[in-house]
């Protein structure tokens, strides 16, 4: 079992930057791939971007591709999301996700993962 608090969300002026941590529970946090989605009003869930247990591996969605960087420090039980030249279109609640993992692989699809935060808003502003 883990549980997952993001923080970190905001308000910004399309072009800033921000960066979500989001921390886990428990003392097993290295054998779990992480994940962040997002979810605007009125739509589904995207995938944004995914790390592997080790960090060795990450994959992106192509709309954040280059401008959002997945990071995780294993010590800290913490995977950050770094989100740089943000869009009006960014908008949205962002989730980060955890499964267990026994090799160094990502997952992008909702269902792949057992456990979810609470989210946290970021919105983008002309």
């Known amino acids: 079992q883990v549980q997952l608090v993001e923080s970190g969300g905001g308000l910004v002026q399309a072009g800033g930057s921000l960066r979500l941590p989001c921390v886990a529970s428990?003392?097993?946090?290295?054998?779990?791939?992480m994940g962040w989605f997002r979810q605007a009003p009125g739509k589904e869930r995207e995938f944004v971007a995914a790390?592997?247990?080790?960090?060795?591996?990450?994959n992106y969605a192509g709309s954040v591709k280059g401008r959002f960087t997945i990071s995780r420090d294993n010590a800290k039980n913490t995977v950050y999301l770094q989100m740089n030249s943000l869009k009006p279109e960014d908008t949205a609640k962002y989730y980060c996700?955890?499964?267990?993992?026994?090799?160094?692989?990502?997952?992008?699809?909702?269902?792949?993962?057992?456990?979810w935060g609470q989210g946290t808003q970021v919105t983008v502003s002309l």
């Open positions: 790390i592997s247990r080790s960090g060795s591996s990450t």
């Open positions: 996700a955890a499964r267990l993992s026994t090799y160094s692989s990502t997952y992008s699809r909702p269902s792949d993962y057992n456990y």
């Open positions: 428990g003392r097993t946090f290295s054998t779990y791939a």
